[in-house]
């Protein structure tokens, strides 16, 4: 019904910069404007997935996770159904596979938890070294 495609991960050392994208699409009519929250996830081997950021459809002011602040940007292109992830200054420890999830429903305070999201891409690494 719904894809979600992530691009951009790799590898760098402490200090530099990444730039995630993730493509939303679709194989029905579903409309894609209806993906109210789009989000990024991290994930490292052994530990839950945690919450990084989200963009909401039409604006509206991001979130972000604590220790991402005034680190990542995150952006959203609603005629393209497309977010990305800028992420600056990067910390070893923000090493992770990062997976972009997208919501049907406008955002709340469950949406920084995996269960509120309907679709998941299938992750891109990020690795950052010291």
């Known amino acids: 019904q719904i894809q979600l495609a992530e691009s951009g991960g790799g590898s760098v050392q402490a200090g530099g910069s990444l730039r995630l994208s993730c493509v939303a699409s679709?194989?029905?009519?579903?409309?894609?404007?209806?993906?109210?929250?789009m989000s990024w996830f991290r994930q490292v081997p052994g530990k839950q997935r945690e919450f990084v950021a989200a963009?909401?459809?039409?604006?509206?002011?991001?979130r972000y996770k604590e220790s991402v602040k005034g680190r990542f940007t995150v952006s959203r292109d609603d005629a393209k159904t497309t977010v990305t992830l800028q992420m600056d200054n990067l910390k070893p420890e923000d090493t992770a596979t990062y997976y972009c999830?997208?919501?049907?429903?406008?955002?709340?305070?469950?949406?920084?938890?995996?269960?509120?999201?309907?679709?998941w891409g299938h992750g891109t690494q990020v690795t950052v070294s010291s």
């Open positions: 963009a909401m459809w039409g604006g509206g002011n991001p």
């Open positions: 999830a997208a919501s049907r429903n406008p955002w709340s305070s469950t949406h920084r938890g995996e269960s509120a999201y309907h679709y």
């Open positions: 679709r194989r029905t009519s579903f409309n894609l404007r209806t993906l109210y929250v």
